[in-house]
């Protein structure tokens, strides 16, 4: 029996932990309330992160622009086949910090921190999809050192290194089959691992077209973050299968795809500006995760299949008088999940983002920024046709109906120069 | 000032919009179409009680199948459902009180198999609580385990059967008159499969009675196939009373025993080599076997326990002339002084017996005793199925299979012609089909649900294969994810003939085979 058991009944799957989903795109209040644009934009530090080369082009000596915003994902599932309902309701907070210094007229120096990947989904335990996710918790702090080159009044390239710091915490059951209960409580797994260290780059270039056009190009590299020695502990083992759940440590690769931008601005007035980007992520590196227990318990694969995935953002400014400053953009998200690899620990289709804000400016040096976004989905019917049941050996289990999310997202911060 | 209000009312909107909502609720779309569920009665034997591991337990029953269709019902105007009450049974246990080894089976990890290895089939530890005290009650649920369809018109059935006897109304009460007092406006009727199935699982032993001709139920033993006449007539009784205040409902036919575990899970040649070479007196054993070959005119095949293949088991076959005085003949010629000290007893022994074929089935009660020494017997004669034939109750032979077929095809034919009468009188469909007989035989080859998930009807083969199985560790009634399988195959009848919109269960959320550690 024992020998069964080990044998066959895990392959344990795990879950999206960088998902596109949850890429969502909150570096900068300024940029951010003009659609999340910016590889052409010279506006704020925020271009530390949006094109490093831009820092050239920043008029003060020293900017710093500081911010926060909370992050409210809601995501309603239900499937009328079997009168399945559930919800969950997330916060997130995600921050940004930028700097940048003029050492002289042909170099600037700078520091970016920022949140690109951090997110929360929880359902209930044992919900319908339990054997999917029961929840994930993915934290990622990213610190940018960079530095900008000025080649002559038109042109500037920039770049760092990126530093990754992150952590992990994801639980699920094993499987959707209550053999492996105790009490009613399905036996689940938590997949638990932090300060996983990675590095990658961000480099760009920008180009002053005219005095009011203005063109960037701005690629990050794709950033592996290999957690090794997390631990994965099993909780509500059935005494029949205790010896075999015994708690462990594991490995997972989890793939940060490269992402290239390329964009223009438009400055027609000293009132007005206008903004497009495009954004191109690689995210058919993400083609399965495999979480590889250190003990007798066999690698668990789990496909993900991601393809390549486009945004297209614009955005506005319209500096109203010295003190206000008003933004709006639009962008659309193309989601990397296919057909029959939605999963409900990324449940993002493609999506429409609104955003707005503005700047109130208390005076020459310090200025508040206001943002908001708002990311609509459409409802949409999809499974993750995957998952392979441990306690079955033939046919792979659908787990699916529609989902509909919403992502709301109010965000402030201070933008400080001289 | 203006523009701050224009943002902030902006930001207002993001807030109120951002609540995601669906265009319909899940349950928009659900409907009874033309079916009316306010009182839903479900009319049938074990299967219907929710009876599983040889028993109904008070968790077992939550999964009959009549309680997951009541469920979905709800959602469209389905009433209460009740089943009769199995509070007594605190523990789960199932059984009755004062019959050891009358509890649920389970799978206890460490005790060992007749082959060797361990998670032997056993009643779980504990004294049963469940006893006879009269309930006297009506319930939604009249699934009475052991009913055959004469039976539930038997006035007085309780003093037959201690499942009704717990909660007829009355003691003269009838299944059919109690299930009647809940005055159905929708019901389900699988009533049958013991007219057949009790002489199938018996291994044969009782009277075929198409084949005799008797139309008397009162003279039937409980073994008996009931004929074909008799059950068209008992069933045409029961439908019309079901439909007698105007329900609907759904029949479900008989479904064949060769899909069903009990029959399919020991072969005719489950003695492998190493078992046999392990036994001390093979030698004595395999020139025994040489000897019947040559004394039985070859009806038993003699032993290879070196080509890799299993070996058959040797059955007795009433069907067959008697050898015995033939063998005893061979015997005592042989010039061995084995054979023929035992010459009359070798007689006596084989007479009828011969080797399995693939046309016999063996049921799931010989897999505990195939290869164990028979105290009954004198030593070598004595290994059941090796040395010592198998006895009638263990086997089903080909002339049983086809009594039992045809019992099987013709009550189907009953279940369906009756049915297509009503509508054809009706003018619409008062009483839909589910052919439970096709969507088991499907278990065969693998039956994929709507989640791709594939069952097979795979006996409890190890933990390896719980995720697949759909039947309990009786071999004969589903488990709880196999009755979760057959109220989705009666939900899809009531969708396309009731013109209903109803949702299925899942049966992977439903839990299939009870492992304990140690029981």
């Not at chain 1, 759940?245 to 594991?250: G, L």
């Amino acid at each position: 029996m024992r020998k069964l058991f080990s044998l066959s009944l895990l392959t344990l799957a795990s879950a999206t932990m960088f998902a596109g989903g949850y890429r969502v795109s909150i570096q900068g209040q300024k940029q951010l309330a003009m659609g999340h644009t910016g590889v052409a934009v010279v506006n704020s530090a925020e271009v530390a992160f949006f094109n490093p080369a831009g820092m050239s082009f920043l008029d003060k000596k020293f900017n710093l622009s500081v911010g926060g915003n909370a992050l409210f994902a809601k995501t309603r599932f239900q499937s009328s086949q079997f009168n399945q309902t559930a919800a969950t309701d997330n916060v997130g907070t995600p921050f940004s910090l930028y700097a940048t210094y003029k050492i002289n007229d042909w170099v600037s120096a700078g520091l970016a921190v920022y949140t690109p990947y951090g997110s929360s989904v929880e359902w209930n335990q044992d919900w319908a999809g339990a054997h999917l996710v029961n929840n994930i918790d993915l934290q990622a702090i990213f610190i940018q050192p960079t530095i900008s080159f000025k080649i002559e009044d038109k042109f500037s390239i920039g770049g760092g290194p990126i530093f990754v710091q992150g952590s992990v915490n994801f639980n699920r059951n094993l499987t959707p089959n209550p053999v492996l209960s105790n009490n009613g409580s399905g036996t689940d797994v938590t997949l638990d691992a932090s300060g996983i260290s990675a590095t990658g780059y961000n480099i760009g270039m920008m180009f002053k077209l005219t005095n009011q056009v203005m063109l960037g190009l701005d690629y990050r590299s794709e950033i592996i973050m290999e957690a090794r020695g997390g631990s994965a502990n099993f909780a509500d083992v059935p005494a029949i299968a205790s010896a075999s759940f015994t708690n462990t440590t594991f490995s997972a690769d989890l793939p940060l795809p490269a992402e290239i931008t390329a964009g223009i601005s438009y400055r027609p007035t000293d009132k007005w500006l206008f903004a497009f980007d495009y954004n191109y992520t690689k995210w058919d590196v993400y083609k399965s995760l495999d979480v590889d227990f250190d003990n007798t318990l066999p690698t668990s694969v789990n496909p993900r299949n991601y393809k390549n995935a486009s945004t297209y953002r614009l955005g506005a400014q319209y500096q109203a008088n010295d003190k206000f400053t008003f933004r709006a953009g639009w962008y659309f998200d193309e989601s990397p999940v296919q057909d029959g690899y939605f999963a409900p620990e990324t449940p993002r289709n493609d999506s429409n983002g609104y955003t707005g804000g503005l700047t109130y400016q208390v005076n020459s040096k310090l200025g508040i920024d206001l943002s908001f976004l708002y990311l609509h989905f459409d409802q949409v019917d999809n499974s993750y046709d995957y998952f392979d049941d441990p306690t079955t050996t033939t046919g792979l289990s659908s787990f699916g109906g529609t989902y509909k999310s919403s992502v709301f997202s109010p965000g402030i911060g201070i933008t400080y120069g001289f | 000032m203006k523009n701050k209000f224009i943002a902030l009312a902006a930001l207002a909107i993001g807030f109120a919009s951002c609540e995601p909502e669906f265009e319909k609720e899940v349950t928009a779309d659900y409907s009874a179409g033309e079916a009316d569920f306010s009182s839903y009665v479900a009319v049938g034997n074990s299967l219907t009680a929710g009876f599983m591991d040889n028993t109904v337990s008070r968790v077992g029953q939550t999964y009959s199948y009549p309680n997951l269709l009541a469920q979905q019902f709800a959602l469209v105007g389905g009433g209460a459902f009740t089943q009769p009450s199995f509070a007594e049974d605190v523990n789960n246990l199932g059984g009755f009180a004062g019959q050891p080894g009358s509890t649920r089976l389970v799978i206890d990890a460490t005790q060992l198999n007749a082959d060797g290895t361990r998670g032997a089939v056993e009643p779980i530890a504990g004294a049963s609580t469940i006893t006879l005290t009269p309930q006297a009650k009506a319930y939604n649920n009249m699934g009475v385990p052991g009913a055959k369809s004469f039976h539930l018109g038997i006035q007085g059935y309780g003093a037959l059967n201690p499942y009704f006897a717990r909660h007829a109304t009355t003691p003269t009460a009838t299944v059919l008159g109690d299930a009647m007092s809940k005055a159905p406006t929708f019901f389900t009727n699988w009533i049958g499969s013991n007219d057949v199935l009790a002489y199938a699982t018996s291994g044969g032993v009782g009277v075929d009675q198409n084949a005799a001709g008797n139309t008397n139920p009162t003279t039937y033993g409980f073994n008996d196939i009931t004929n074909a006449n008799t059950f068209n007539s008992v069933y045409s009784t029961i439908v019309n009373t079901l439909t007698s205040n105007g329900a609907k409902g759904v029949v479900c036919t008989i479904p064949s025993v060769t899909s069903i575990p009990f029959f399919t899970t020991v072969k005719y040649n489950p003695i492998p080599d190493a078992a046999l070479s392990a036994n001390p007196n093979i030698a004595l054993i395999t020139s025994l076997h040489q000897f019947l070959a040559l004394a039985t005119n070859g009806r038993i095949s003699p032993l290879n326990v070196a080509d890799g293949l299993p070996n058959a088991v040797i059955i007795n076959d009433e069907t067959l002339s008697d050898l015995g005085t033939q063998i005893t003949a061979f015997a005592n010629g042989s010039g061995n002084p084995i054979l023929i000290a035992n010459a009359s007893t070798l007689g006596n022994l084989y007479g009828r017996a011969r080797s399995a074929t693939s046309s016999d089935l063996i049921v799931l009660r010989a897999s505990s005793i195939i290869g164990q020494v028979n105290t009954s017997a004198p030593a070598p004669f004595n290994v059941n199925g090796v040395t010592l034939p198998l006895s009638d109750q263990f086997v089903l032979i080909p002339s049983e299979l086809t009594a039992i077929s045809n019992a099987t095809a013709a009550y189907n034919n009953s279940i369906i012609s009756i049915a297509d009468a009503k509508n054809a009188a009706a003018g619409k469909t008062v009483v839909a089909v589910a052919d439970m007989n096709a969507i088991l035989a499907k278990l065969v080859s693998g039956l994929k649900i709507e989640t791709g998930s594939i069952y097979t009807a795979n006996y409890f083969g190890g933990s390896a294969t719980e995720g697949q199985v759909l039947f309990s560790l009786d071999g004969v009634h589903p488990n709880a994810r196999g009755y979760a399988v057959i109220a989705n195959e009666i939900i899809k009848v009531i969708n396309t003939k009731f013109k209903a919109n109803l949702p299925l269960q899942n049966p992977t959320y439903f839990p299939g085979i009870n492992i304990l550690p140690t029981n």
